[in-house]
């Protein structure tokens, strides 16, 4: 008797199959940019921006420091961690508190000597980072492929995300932090509401599982969560995520293994949920924002990523839907952030960095 494949039977009755996700890493490269870069500092390997409310921002570097930059002044901030500065490790992502005018509250994620990803909070001084204090800290802790990706919720939790540690099957392990995205207090423990918040340990702290190298995450302006990360052999990923949801690495993927052997495609598995875009070929996805602001407003409610293989900016429709357009800047775009009076600022991944400020052309 023949068989009649699943999918297919799915949709002809109406019902849910798996998502098929669109690819958009083959589409052209945008020709008109409608900014101009404007340098504003010269740092050494950058990795994060996170404006501050009076319009300067704070740049961790992956060595294990940070600068404030205001204009034209760097200042250099003392009371930084040591970290471990190799491979993708080190100081990692940074972000402004959403009470900050009121504390000086600064979060901060790094990869501690002993090879942990560590979540931690400081106070902003002149000069220094005074108070530090650890909230979360990994364990096991792991290899590359940190993530470290901080966001504040609108309701209130801390939402961070964690990378497989290049150890791909402990992303499907739900005791292992490995893989995940975690929902915690602005304490770094595990937040009420969670779905298995009963369960205690990292499950408790489990937003969502089967990442493999997010370093993306954001919210929406209606409050949804967006994250993108790095596929393996082709296969970023752009996901809108959802509580208790598995997005499948390594289990499936849209890329294919390092040594060319293949990936079960996500719509072969309709238990994972599926990308609402991907790139193949890669443009290696760091950073992510939703624009808010008057200069660009053809962007307002968009994403914008930047791209280190892709060596520029993308803009993506605020639902995930398509990619809108492509820029090629013809450097490694590390991270992108949007300040509150929203301005635009990317950063360079080299030695020798620029940190550009996007001004309408």
Same mark, same amino acid.
């Given at each position: 008797?023949?068989?009649?494949?699943?999918?297919?039977?799915?949709?002809?009755? #109406? /019902?849910?199959?798996?998502?098929?996700?669109?690819?958009?890493?083959?589409?052209?490269?945008?020709?008109?940019?409608?900014?101009?870069?404007?340098?504003?500092?010269? /740092?050494?390997?950058?990795?994060?921006?996170?404006?501050?409310?009076?319009?300067?921002?704070?740049?961790?570097?992956?060595?294990?420091?940070?600068?404030?930059?205001?204009?034209?002044?760097?200042? *250099?901030?003392?009371?930084?961690?040591?970290?471990?500065?190799? #491979?993708?490790?080190?100081?990692?992502?940074?972000?402004?508190?959403?009470?900050?005018?009121?504390?000086?509250?600064?979060?901060?994620?790094?990869?501690?000597?002993? +090879?942990?990803?560590?979540?931690?909070?400081?106070?902003?001084?002149?000069?220094?980072?005074?108070?530090?204090?650890? /909230?979360? *800290?990994?364990?096991?802790?792991?290899?590359?492929?940190?993530?470290?990706?901080?966001?504040?919720?609108?309701? #209130?939790?801390?939402?961070?995300?964690?990378?497989?540690?290049?150890?791909?099957?402990?992303?499907?392990?739900?005791?292992?932090?490995?893989?995940?995205?975690?929902?915690?207090?602005?304490?770094?423990?595990?937040?009420?509401?969670?779905?298995?918040?009963?369960?205690? #340990?990292?499950r408790a702290q489990t937003w969502s599982e089967g990442h493999r190298n997010p370093y993306?995450?954001?919210?929406?302006?209606?409050?949804?969560?967006?994250?993108?990360?790095?596929?393996?052999?082709?296969?970023?990923?752009?996901?809108?995520?959802?509580?208790?949801? +598995?997005?499948?690495? +390594?289990?499936v993927s849209n890329g294919r293994h390092y040594s060319g052997m293949p990936i079960p495609d996500?719509?072969?598995?309709?238990?994972?949920?599926?990308?609402?875009?991907?790139?193949?070929?890669?443009?290696?996805?760091?950073?992510?924002?939703?624009?808010?602001?008057?200069?660009?407003?053809?962007?307002?409610?968009?994403?914008?990523?930047?791209?280190?293989?892709?060596?520029?900016?993308?803009?993506?429709?605020?639902?995930?839907?398509?990619?809108?357009?492509?820029?090629?800047?013809?450097?490694?775009?590390?991270?992108?952030?949007?300040?509150?009076?929203?301005?635009?600022?990317?950063?360079?991944?080299?030695? *020798?960095?620029?940190?550009?400020?996007?001004?309408?052309?």
């Amino acid at each position: 008797m023949k068989q009649t494949p699943l999918i297919p039977v799915l949709l002809s009755l #109406g /019902l849910a199959g798996p998502a098929l996700a669109q690819n958009v890493g083959e589409a052209p490269i945008s020709e008109a940019q409608p900014f101009t870069l404007v340098p504003q500092a010269t /740092l050494q390997n950058p990795w994060a921006i996170a404006p501050l409310p009076d319009g300067s921002v704070l740049v961790s570097g992956k060595a294990g420091t940070m600068w404030h930059v205001s204009g034209e002044q760097m200042q *250099e901030l003392s009371g930084v961690p040591d970290v471990q500065y190799s #491979g993708q490790n080190g100081m990692l992502d940074v972000a402004v508190a959403p009470d900050f005018e009121r504390t000086r509250a600064v979060y901060f994620t790094y990869v501690s000597p002993e +090879n942990a990803l560590v979540l931690a909070r400081g106070t902003l001084g002149t000069d220094s980072l005074e108070g530090i204090e650890t /909230l979360w *800290e990994q364990t096991p802790g792991g290899r590359g492929q940190p993530g470290g990706i901080i966001a504040f919720g609108p309701d #209130g939790a801390l939402y961070l995300s964690v990378g497989d540690r290049m150890q791909p099957d402990t992303a499907q392990e739900p005791d292992n932090p490995r893989g995940k995205i975690l929902r915690l207090t602005m304490e770094g423990r595990a937040a009420p509401g969670n779905p298995q918040a009963d369960a205690g #340990g990292v499950r408790a702290q489990t937003w969502s599982e089967g990442h493999r190298n997010p370093y993306g995450l954001a919210f929406g302006p209606d409050g949804t969560l967006w994250e993108h990360e790095m596929g393996p052999r082709g296969g970023d990923e752009l996901n809108r995520i959802e509580p208790g949801q +598995n997005y499948g690495w +390594n289990a499936v993927s849209n890329g294919r293994h390092y040594s060319g052997m293949p990936i079960p495609d996500h719509d072969t598995a309709p238990q994972f949920a599926a990308p609402s875009l991907y790139w193949t070929p890669v443009i290696a996805p760091a950073g992510l924002a939703f624009y808010d602001g008057a200069a660009f407003p053809d962007w307002q409610g968009h994403m914008l990523i930047g791209g280190l293989a892709g060596q520029g900016l993308v803009l993506v429709a605020g639902d995930g839907s398509d990619q809108l357009a492509r820029w090629d800047l013809g450097m490694r775009v590390r991270d992108v952030a949007v300040g509150p009076q929203g301005a635009v600022w990317i950063i360079e991944d080299s030695d *020798e960095a620029k940190l550009y400020r996007l001004d309408p052309a």
